[in-house]
């Protein structure tokens, strides 16, 4: 069955950079694009970007644009999102999702979320 | 850039029915069939509950349906049961080839 299992809780200082990865199984890796999804406590769903596992294509939102790098490996079925310069607002679930290529907004498979925490 | 317009909150009865709208522009909503909706229980992941405006994935009751007019979408929960509490957001593709999503929707079933 399809599955994206996300690392566990981080806890970084402001100013640092935390990356966070999603390891999928039980589908064709480079068939399916991810996304990058996050939720601030008691907040909505925003979008960091996504990124295709195959060509290495990503498309950031302009939010986030020069702080944050979506990367994967293939070899590992796995795909990862760094964010830098982090500050206390960062602080969120932070969601992986897959989607058919070409369907953005079909986020059909999730991963189970990793809360990132920015404190001092 | 700006995330799509969904009611704050939205109630029913059991075995009533709920309609909760997605509002957008033609650069987004209006724009492209690419519309989805999501549930989400508290402390979970976000649920595919609808695709491409209209399409139920496997295993969603047919309970729930969408429908788009214009740069407004719309989802509509019949037949409420107590399950279908939880939040919804709806996303849409938009210009550049980003995403959007909506503030959300926290459905109470009275």
């Known amino acids: 069955q399809v599955q994206l299992v996300q690392s566990g809780a981080e806890v970084k200082m402001p100013g640092a950079s935390v990356k966070v990865s999603c390891e999928t199984s039980?589908?064709?890796?480079?068939?399916?694009?991810i996304n990058w999804v996050r939720q601030g406590t008691g907040q909505g769903l925003e979008w960091l970007g996504w990124?295709?596992?195959?060509?290495?294509?990503?498309n950031y939102g302009q939010k986030f644009q020069g702080r944050v790098i979506m990367t994967s490996d293939p070899s590992k079925g796995t795909a990862y999102m760094e964010l830098s310069s982090l500050r206390s607002e960062d602080t969120a679930v932070y969601f992986c999702?897959?989607?058919?290529?070409?369907?953005?907004?079909?986020?059909?498979?999730w991963g189970q979320g990793t809360l990132v925490t920015v404190s001092p | 850039q700006s995330a799509l317009t969904q009611p704050p909150s939205a109630s029913g009865s059991p075995g009533q029915s709920v309609t909760i709208s997605c509002t957008g522009t033609?650069?987004?909503?209006?724009?492209?069939?690419?519309v989805s909706w999501f549930q989400q229980h508290p402390g979970k992941a976000p649920k595919l509950i609808i695709s491409?405006?209209?399409k139920r994935p496997s295993g969603v009751p047919d309970r729930f349906s969408g429908s788009k007019s214009g740069n407004t979408a719309s989802l509509t929960v019949s037949g409420l049961q107590a399950e279908d509490e939880a939040d919804y957001y709806c996303?849409?593709?938009?210009?550049?080839?980003?995403?959007?999503f909506g503030g959300g929707t926290k459905l109470t079933v009275l």
């Open positions: 033609s650069s987004d909503v209006g724009g492209y069939n690419h």
């Open positions: 491409e405006v209209i």
């Open positions: 039980g589908y064709s890796f480079n068939n399916y694009d």
């Open positions: 990124m295709n596992p195959y060509s290495g294509a990503t």
């Open positions: 996303s849409s593709k938009a210009d550049d080839n980003i995403l959007l």
């Open positions: 999702a897959r989607f058919p290529r070409h369907y953005l907004s079909t986020l059909d498979y």
